[in-house]
Antibody
Framework: QVQLQESGPGLVKPSQTLSLTCTVS??????????WTWIRQPAGKGLEWLGR???????NYNPSLESRATISEDRSKNQFSLKLSSVTAADTAVYYC????????????WGQGTLVTVSS | EIVLTQSPGTLSLSPGERATLSCRAS???????LAWYQQKRGQAPRLLMY???KRATGIPDRFSGSGSGTDFTLTINRLEPEDFAVYYC??????????FGGGTKVEIK
């Protein structure tokens, strides 16, 4: 059974960089059949896709993030990470990592989510 | 960017009734690339359907999906108490960004 677990600071100051890591167990992030993605959800609101990384390191991001996001992988640790720079209160949300199917695009396994609050 | 509009925003039904949820896309989406998720309060979303009509592993057959082009539907037959939740559609049109609908809340009447 594939499991994903987000980790990182729960509080980030405005203008700083938010950094989160997703640790994958029960499966390898090196599998070519999947990609690895970050999604967030502000309190009481809907889901926003942030970006994804494919095996080999190629990435795509949501243009709404205006080039503030960087997703990277560490195959030796079976982890992938999100960095979001120049954060504001609008970046306060529950952040989820998830596995995406390469062929159909659905997200079949999700982490439990981690709340990140941007506040001074 | 493909915008997904879900309706209604809230659906008030009783256990045992049928729920019909709509997801409309701003441009055509291949039915292969349309998914549905269920989210309960305080939990991560759970995949229900993918490829518009394929049930994910472990999803009961009272859930069904249909549609093509710009109009997709999730149907829940004979609502069970555990089905009252928020439901999201999601498209993977090939080019990012991947997008979600705004959600439909199915609440107990």
């Amino acid at each position: 059974q594939v499991q994903l677990q987000e980790s990182g600071p729960g509080l980030v100051k405005p203008s700083q960089t938010l950094s989160l890591t997703c640790t994958v167990s029960g499966g390898s992030i090196s599998s070519g059949s999947y990609y690895w993605t970050w999604i967030r959800q502000p309190a009481g609101k809907g889901l926003e896709w942030l970006g994804r990384i494919f095996i080999g390191g190629s990435t795509n991001y949501n243009p709404s993030l205006e080039s503030r996001a960087t997703i990277s992988e560490d195959r030796s640790k079976n982890q992938f990470s999100l960095k979001l720079s120049s954060v504001t209160a609008a970046d306060t949300a529950v952040y989820y990592c998830a596995r995406g199917d390469f062929f159909y695009g659905q997200f079949d396994y999700w982490g439990q989510g981690t709340l990140v609050t941007v506040s001074s | 960017e493909i915008v997904l509009t879900q309706s209604p925003g809230t659906l008030s039904l009783s256990p045992g009734e049928r729920a019909t949820l709509s997801c409309r896309a701003s441009q055509s989406v291949s039915s292969s690339y349309l998914a549905w998720y269920q989210q309960k309060r305080g939990q991560a979303p759970r995949l229900l359907m993918y490829g518009a009509s394929k049930r994910a592993t472990g999803i009961p057959d009272r859930f069904s999906g249909s549609g093509s082009g710009t109009d997709f539907t999730l149907t829940i037959n004979r609502l069970e108490p555990e089905d009252f939740a928020v439901y999201y559609c999601q498209q993977y049109g090939g080019s990012p960004p991947l997008t979600f609908g705004g959600g439909t809340k199915v609440e107990i009447k």
